[in-house]
Structure formats: structure tokens, C-alpha cells
């Protein structure tokens, strides 16, 4: 049984999501990524996540949509 803490990291530029997953590796959590917001939805339902860190300026939806609809479950 995994009870690490798992953060979700959304972000569409890959050098800005590899930069955040070391870190929080590093510090122990369990990290997942997406780069758009429909990947972070399909992410969320799938997965326990205890914190998100999410980018507003995303495609496919903005974070402040992704954002209303985790809101929403």
C-alpha cells in the first residue's frame, strides 16, 4: 500500500514540469503530470490526488475551468 502524498502537476511546457517533478520527488511526494487540461480531469477521476498544482494558461481548457469542475465533484 502506497500512502505517499500525491500531487498532480498540470502544465503545457515540459521543461516547467520537469523542473517541479524533481523537486517534489526529492522532497518524497508521489507526482503525476498532464499537459492540458482534459489529461488533468481524466488524471483526477482515475487517481487519489491530495494536492494539485495547476496552470491557468492551459489547452484544450484554462485552469480556472479545471478548476470549477474538480470543484464540481
Known sequence: MNNKFKILVVDDEQNILDVIKAYLE???????????????????????IHLIVLDLMLPKMTGEE????????
Open 26 to 48: 526529492k522532497d518524497g511526494f508521489d507526482v503525476i503530470t498532464a499537459m492540458d487540461g482534459k489529461s488533468a480531469l481524466d488524471i483526477y477521476s482515475n487517481e487519489n
Open 66 to 73: 479545471v478548476c470549477n469542475r474538480i470543484r464540481a465533484i
